[in-house]
């Protein structure tokens, strides 16, 4: 039985998942496979996910592959109703209200995860903290997951350098199909979306200062100055620091750059990014985003703080009036930018990332118990073989390695 806010949404739901599947070539190919093979008999699925339309028709894949899915958000600004109305027609338990409270969205996720699943799918990792401090004995029959972001990450490389991570968990975020791709492609394009959708601002023109140039700031970097802004970058390492440099962006501090940015995007996966001391040498009507996988960069408290006033302005905006008489804009309370105030990553930047994710579960169903408690990489034949589906469905021909180039380069 779900916990969902209206199951009549449902209709809408549904076509909002028949349509991205047009767009999601790769997991058709693998769900035509398995719905013959049913690989996943017998095993149940608990995911935590930004549960929208395409993860959605990843969910109903897995259960048209043999599953028992379970679905939860993880983070309850992304979660769409209609959507998970429509995935509880589709036979699947959802436990997610968009706009409900922390506790409520933890209870959901312990209720997702009370099915004792024997995989898990975690995006940001709050599935795999409850499992080791709250509710462990949900975790009976697990076997293992896999994790989809850099921050979920971070968390599991924590818990295993501390000894106490206690199950395996693949790293899909590492496999070249997710991150080359999601991270660069689908966050850079989504994050512009989601900053034009929510403001309705001209980007020509400003400057907009990106705050990390990982994957997921190259790819905001990348967009922004297609669309004819001055982008300036701060970083914390020096590697990054020179390329975005010799990519030819401008480089700074934070605290210079605070001075001149229209508009601000953090993608760093850290806190305090931007702070107080930031806040108050902004310009009159500056624009504040993240798109890390947690609303701590921008530093909400300390806006708080030195303002005034604070109202809702526009839908997903929040304006501050500093006690410095300026204006400064906070979209969607510091959180995800992209997946709350768009419609998130495009339909085929994200038929890649779970197809990977499909069949590191799979590998987890069907190899876990052999494998220690840890974090493992992205098998590389899960990694090739959704890029080789990715590149027919594209219609790309590549070239293949003769026998005699393999041995020239040391390869047999
Ligand atoms: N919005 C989305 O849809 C989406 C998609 C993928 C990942 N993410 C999240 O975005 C964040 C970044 O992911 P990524 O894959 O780009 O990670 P990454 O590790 O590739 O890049 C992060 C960069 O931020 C820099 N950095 C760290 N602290 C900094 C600071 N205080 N100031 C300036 N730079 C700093 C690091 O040096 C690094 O270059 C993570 O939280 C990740 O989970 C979001």
Known sequence: MSIIRDASL????????DWVRGYMPILDEIEKEFSVTKPFSGVRIAMSIHLEAKTARFAHMLKMAGAEVFASGCNSLSTKDDVCAGLDSLGIEVNAVHGCSDREYYDHLKTTLSHKPDVIVDDGGDFIKLLHEECPEYGANLIGGCEETTTGINRLKAMERAGILRYPMIDVNDANSKHLFD??????????DGIMNATNVLIAGKNLVVAGYGWCGRGIAMRAKGMGARVIVTEVDEFKALEAS???FTVMKMSEAAELGDIFVTATGCKDVIVKEHFLKMKNGAILANAGHFNVEVDVKGLEEISAEKKNVRPYIDGY?????????LLSEGKLVNITA????????MDMSFSIQALSCLYMAKNGKKLSPGLYATPEEIDRKVAQIKLRSMGVGMDELSESQKKYLNLI
Do not use: F
């Open 246 to 248: 010799m990519d030819g």
């Open 10 to 17: 449902s209709a809408e739901g549904i076509k909002k998942i």
């Open 321 to 329: 009036l500093l006690l410095n008489g300026r204006r400064i804009n």
């Open 183 to 192: 991270n660069r492609y689908g966050t850079g394009q989504s994050v512009m």
């Open 342 to 349: 768009s419609n998130g990553h495009p339909a085929d930047i």
